[in-house]
């Protein structure tokens, strides 16, 4: 965490002692506060501060001062690299990495939506209900696995609609409180059900980022909203392995998520 102080001309008028105060530098007047050297034990605010060329965040009045901070700073430095905007687009390090992930978790989430919703014995559950995910950030060496998973539950269409109204700003005074996203999603659905002679079909996943947990991203929103559409093959939804009654879909997944182990899908639709 960054340290800032009052300015010692301002300590002194005011009459306040020698050291550090510990002040939100939000609640002070910017002319108030200072940086000082991210060294815990160093005082020095005069100069030039060089940021951590990892992060940028932490800095340092030298080198020597860098070094001796390195076991305390490694940590926080590590959690700030990983998560850090896309150098060349400026896409946001929530965004990008929820987009990163779902496309990494992509065959752990048609196994876990086909079993679910139980296509298998209700083919119609397609159409009714959707698989809402939720994750919170985590470090990770893998950019694509820097989630762990809260949640994954089955919702009616109906709640994963207004859900996705309030992601896209939509209120119920335009539009009647309709979806673009899902209006779309049910349009290409109709498309490739038609296209395949109904051997094909998108199944609903939204996955909401949630920024909180202790591996919060500083900066950023609080929710990430990705709408995943699941292309299910009926001969997905016959698979033995994913008809299997003992199968608990939501404890594989979990563990397929937390050990960075994701499902391949192949479907050999020629035969």
Same mark, same amino acid.
């Given at each position: 965490?960054?340290?800032?102080?009052?300015?010692?001309?301002? #300590?002194?008028?005011?009459?306040?002692?020698?050291?550090?105060?510990?002040?939100?530098?939000?609640?002070?007047?910017?002319?108030?506060?200072?940086?000082?050297?991210?060294?815990?034990?160093? @005082? @020095?605010?005069?100069?030039? /501060?060089?940021?951590?060329?990892?992060?940028?965040?932490?800095?340092?009045?030298?080198k020597d001062c860098?070094?001796?901070? =390195? *076991?305390?700073?490694?940590?926080?430095?590590?959690?700030?690299?990983?998560?850090?905007?896309?150098?060349?687009? %400026?896409?946001?390090?929530?965004?990008?990495?929820?987009?990163? =992930?779902?496309?990494?978790? @992509?065959?752990?989430?048609?196994?876990?939506?086909?079993?679910?919703?139980?296509?298998?014995?209700?083919?119609?559950?397609?159409?009714?209900? %959707?698989?809402?995910?939720? /994750?919170? *950030?985590?470090? !990770?060496?893998?950019?694509?696995?820097?989630?762990?998973?809260?949640?994954?539950?089955?919702?009616?269409?109906?709640? #994963?609609?207004?859900?996705?109204?309030?992601?896209?700003?939509?209120?119920?005074?335009?539009? @009647?409180?309709?979806?673009?996203?899902?209006?779309?999603?049910?349009?290409?659905?109709?498309?490739?059900?038609r296209s395949s002679?109904?051997?094909?079909?998108?199944?609903?996943? /939204?996955?909401?980022?949630?920024?909180?947990?202790?591996?919060? #991203?500083?900066?950023?929103?609080?929710?990430?909203?990705?709408?995943? *559409?699941? %292309?299910? !093959?009926?001969?997905?939804?016959?698979?033995?392995? /994913?008809?299997?009654?003992?199968?608990? =879909?939501?404890?594989?997944?979990?563990?397929?998520?937390?050990?960075n182990l994701p499902?391949?899908?192949?479907?050999?639709?020629?035969?």
């Amino acid at each position: 965490m960054p340290r800032l102080v009052l300015k010692p001309a301002i #300590i002194s008028a005011e009459g306040v002692s020698d050291g550090e105060l510990n002040l939100d530098p939000e609640t002070l007047p910017s002319r108030l506060a200072v940086r000082m050297c991210d060294r815990r034990d160093c @005082n @020095n605010h005069d100069g030039k /501060l060089d940021k951590c060329s990892r992060c940028k965040t932490a800095m340092y009045c030298s080198k020597d001062c860098q070094r001796h901070d =390195w *076991p305390l700073h490694k940590p926080a430095c590590q959690l700030a690299s990983t998560f850090a905007p896309d150098p060349v687009t %400026g896409e946001p390090a929530l965004k990008r990495y929820l987009r990163l =992930w779902t496309s990494r978790f @992509n065959g752990s989430l048609v196994c876990a939506t086909i079993v679910a919703l139980k296509l298998n014995a209700q083919p119609s559950n397609i159409d009714n209900f %959707g698989l809402i995910i939720n /994750l919170r *950030p985590r470090p !990770h060496a893998d950019s694509g696995a820097r989630f762990e998973l809260i949640s994954a539950v089955v919702k009616p269409m109906l709640e #994963i609609q207004f859900m996705m109204t309030i992601a896209e700003g939509i209120t119920t005074s335009n539009l @009647n409180g309709e979806s673009k996203v899902l209006d779309m999603h049910a349009q290409h659905r109709t498309a490739v059900k038609r296209s395949s002679n109904g051997q094909e079909d998108y199944a609903t996943v /939204l996955v909401v980022a949630h920024n909180d947990g202790p591996c919060a #991203i500083p900066g950023a929103v609080e929710q990430e909203f990705r709408f995943k *559409p699941i %292309g299910v !093959h009926k001969r997905m939804v016959r698979s033995p392995v /994913l008809t299997d009654p003992t199968l608990d =879909w939501y404890t594989s997944f979990r563990y397929q998520v937390q050990e960075n182990l994701p499902n391949q899908i192949v479907v050999d639709s020629s035969t």
